[in-house]
């Protein structure tokens, strides 16, 4: 059977949400330490009749690379 990648590909951001939801659940917990990272202020590009907003913030924390090193799992054993 030939993987693919988008399977793989959607495994793994399934995973950083549930992980992402698990260490919500309980933030006082290990799970719910981890790092943000990504513009802190989002940038404004005002064009006069049209005004474009950018910004990302990722944070990584415990429990989503838990759920990526299980997405990963279950994806080779597929």
């Not at 202020?41 to 913030?57: A, E, Y």
Request: proline letters at 3%.
């Amino acid at each position: 059977m030939r993987k693919n990648t988008w399977t793989c590909f959607l495994l793994i951001l399934a995973g950083i949400v549930i992980g992402g939801f698990i260490g919500s659940l309980f933030p006082t917990t290990v799970l719910n330490y981890g790092q943000s990272f990504g513009l802190s202020q989002p940038m404004i590009l005002d064009l006069g009749i049209l005004s474009i907003t950018f910004g990302l913030s990722i944070k990584i924390t415990i429990a989503s690379i838990l759920g990526i090193a299980l997405a990963i799992i279950i994806y080779r054993l597929m």
